[in-house]
């Protein structure tokens, strides 16, 4: 429930009472079951990572980065909100742990004993995913608002303005 919000209406929209009413349970009911709005953001997370699924080694690194990219920017364009919050935590949950953990192993055996170096790999990739997942909201947003802003437009309006182009 708080996914299908967050992705209808963004992060902000998530509160434990909003969660609550959606699901038909009080309030207080919810906290026998995530004990703060955080660990629901967690667990929300977390969902988002299983959706993820980092490939298995193939030993084409480069093919498995780019895979893992892929599927990532897939996730994000889906459950756009997760943007904010991906990649600023430490891992939380089973499905981001295990991400992680596969991640690592896609650069086994290349000969990099820096951890900061693969680190700095991996994140080299989330952000351009990340960043290219902002880009194309932006464009989908910008193409909304020009087609609502020529909708409002009168016949004669319009007329003009394609003549000028």
């Known amino acids: 429930a708080a996914i299908a919000v967050a992705d209808a209406e963004g992060p902000d929209a ?3 009472r909003r969660i609550a009413r959606e699901v038909g349970a009080g309030v207080m009911s919810l906290y026998w079951y995530v004990s703060s709005k955080e660990e629901l953001l967690d667990l929300m997370l977390d969902t988002v990572e299983a959706d993820i699924d980092v490939p298995d080694p193939s030993g084409d ?3 498995d980065l780019g895979l893992f990219a892929h599927r990532t920017r897939e996730a994000l364009r889906e ?3 997760a943007v904010e919050f991906i990649g ?7 499905s981001d ?10 650069l086994d055996g290349l000969g990099v004993e820096d951890v900061r170096l693969v680190m700095y790999i991996f994140m080299t990739v989330a952000t351009f995913v990340i960043g290219a997942v902002i880009r194309e909201a932006q464009e989908i947003r ?17 007329a003009d303005r394609k003549s000028v182009v």
């Open 14 to 16: 998530i509160s434990m």
């Open 142 to 158: 910008f193409q909304g608002e020009q087609e609502r802003a020529e909708a409002e437009l009168t016949p004669e309006e319009l």
């Open 61 to 63: 690194w480069r093919a």
């Open 79 to 81: 459950h756009r909100w």
């Open 97 to 106: 742990v295990r991400n992680l953990e596969r991640l690592l192993s896609l």
């Open 88 to 94: 600023t935590r430490p891992p939380q949950g089973p």
